[in-house]
Nanobody, 127 residues
Framework: QVQLVETGGGLVQAGGSLRLSCVAS????????MAWFRQAPGKEREFVAG????????AYGDSVKGRFSISRDNAKNTVYLQMSSLKPEDTAIYYC????????????????????WGQGTQVTVSS
């Protein structure tokens, strides 16, 4: 069974930065498409960023383009989300997700396409 554990959340002022990490265990990390989603109170879970298994292709939600960057280290079974120029509207619980093969043709952006989820980490941006 694959387990995903997110760390790095916290409280930050608007304009600041945070880096989230997600460590995977129990599976074959290098074969997974990885993604970050977030969910604010009263809202649906939304796609933030995704990265293909080789790291060669990434995608971002419109609201974070140019501010967030996703990367992965397959040797460490870890995916990262570097968040910069944070805004109060970025406040949410951030979830790491993994999609097992087959996953080589597209970078999926909807929750139902992902197989494994972490427990989430809270990010709060104060104004």
């Amino acid at each position: 069974q694959v387990q995903l554990v997110e760390t790095g959340g916290g409280l930050v002022q608007a304009g600041g930065s945070l880096r989230l990490s997600c460590v995977a265990s129990g599976g074959s990390f290098s074969t997974y498409t990885m993604a970050w989603f977030r969910q604010a109170p009263g809202k649906e879970r939304e796609f933030v960023a995704g990265i293909m298994r080789s790291g060669g292709r990434t995608a971002y939600g419109d609201s974070v383009k140019g501010r967030f960057s996703i990367s992965r280290d397959n040797a460490k079974n870890t995916v990262y989300l570097q968040m910069s120029s944070l805004k109060p509207e970025d406040t949410a619980i951030y979830y790491c997700a993994a999609k097992a093969p087959p996953n080589g043709l597209a970078l999926f952006t909807t929750t139902r396409q992902y197989d494994y989820w972490g427990q989430g980490t809270q990010v709060t941006v104060s104004s």
